[in-house]
C-alpha cells in the first residue's frame, strides 16, 4: 500500500469558507500532484510540485493555491469556498525508484460547497 | 507529452479476455507507456508499464508493437471486480506532470 494520506476525507462547509485540504506522503517523493475530479469525469492537474519551495499551476484553472514547505507536505488551500468547488479532490507523488512516473494516490478528499 | 487515444468505453462478460487499445502516434524516443486503474470514488492505481514488446505481471500483459504508435492493455479472464476507468499514459520521468485522459469506462457484465 502507498504511504500517502488525506485529511479530510468528507468535507462539507458553507460558502465563504477558508478550507485547507492536507495531503502527506512518508515515500521522500520529490514530485507531488493535486487533481480535482467530479463524478464520472476525468482527472484534471490543477497544482503540482517537483520540490520544496516548487509550484506550478496545472491544466486546469483553479482558484485554490498550495504550498511545498517540507517535502512530504503538500497542502491545497480555498481561500472563500464556493459551490462551484464543490468536487473530489485527489492528491498524488511520485518519484521513487520504481516505474517511471508512477503516481500513488491519496484516498481523496470529497469537498461540499453548500 | 505525447497525446493518447483510446476507446471511451468497453462491455465485456465474466471470465473474458479483454484487450483496450490506445493510440500514441507522437510517442517520443524516452517516453514509457504506462496504465493505470480507477475504481469509483478512489484515486488511480498502477497496472503496469512498459517501453517495447510485452510486459507481463500478476494483473495484465502490455502488448507494445515495434512501431510503438499504440499498446494493448490485456486483462485475462475479467470479473465483475474489474470493472473501473483505464487511463493510457505516455511520458518519461523527466515529466513535471503527467496529463490523465477520459480513460475507458470498462464495465463487465456477468
Known amino acids: 500500500e502507498a504511504d500517502i494520506y488525506q485529511t479530510p476525507r468528507y468535507l462539507v462547509i458553507g460558502t465563504g469558507k477558508k478550507i485547507t485540504l492536507e495531503c502527506s506522503q512518508t515515500m521522500g517523493h520529490d514530485k507531488m500532484y493535486w487533481y480535482q475530479q467530479d463524478p464520472g469525469m476525468e482527472l484534471h492537474l490543477i497544482h503540482y510540485s517537483y520540490g520544496v519551495n516548487s509550484t506550478e499551476k496545472g491544466d486546469l484553472s483553479s482558484e485554490s493555491t498550495v504550498s511545498r514547505i517540507r517535502t512530504e507536505h503538500f497542502p491545497l488551500t480555498l481561500e472563500s469556498a464556493r459551490p462551484s468547488h464543490t468536487s473530489q479532490y485527489l492528491c498524488?507523488?511520485?518519484?521513487?525508484?520504481?516505474?517511471?512516473?508512477?503516481?500513488?494516490f491519496g484516498p481523496g478528499t470529497r469537498l461540499t460547497v453548500l | 507529452l505525447a497525446k493518447t487515444t483510446q476507446p471511451i468505453s468497453m462491455d465485456s462478460y465474466e471470465g473474458q479476455e479483454v484487450n483496450i487499445t490506445c493510440s500514441h502516434n507522437n510517442i517520443a524516443t524516452n517516453d514509457y507507456i504506462t496504465w493505470y486503474q480507477q475504481f469509483p470514488s478512489q484515486g488511480p492505481r498502477f497496472i503496469i508499464q512498459g517501453y517495447k514488446t510485452k510486459v507481463t505481471n500478476e494483473v495484465a500483459s502490455l502488448f507494445i508493437p515495434a512501431d510503438r504508435k499504440s499498446s494493448t492493455l490485456s486483462l485475462p479472464r475479467v470479473s465483475l471486480s474489474d470493472t473501473a476507468v483505464y487511463y493510457c499514459?505516455?511520458?518519461?520521468?523527466?515529466?513535471?506532470?503527467?496529463?490523465f485522459g477520459k480513460g475507458t469506462r470498462l464495465h463487465i457484465l456477468p
Open positions: 498524488a507523488s511520485s518519484g521513487g525508484t520504481g516505474s517511471y512516473n508512477e503516481q500513488f
Open positions: 499514459l505516455v511520458g518519461d520521468h523527466r515529466d513535471d506532470k503527467i496529463i
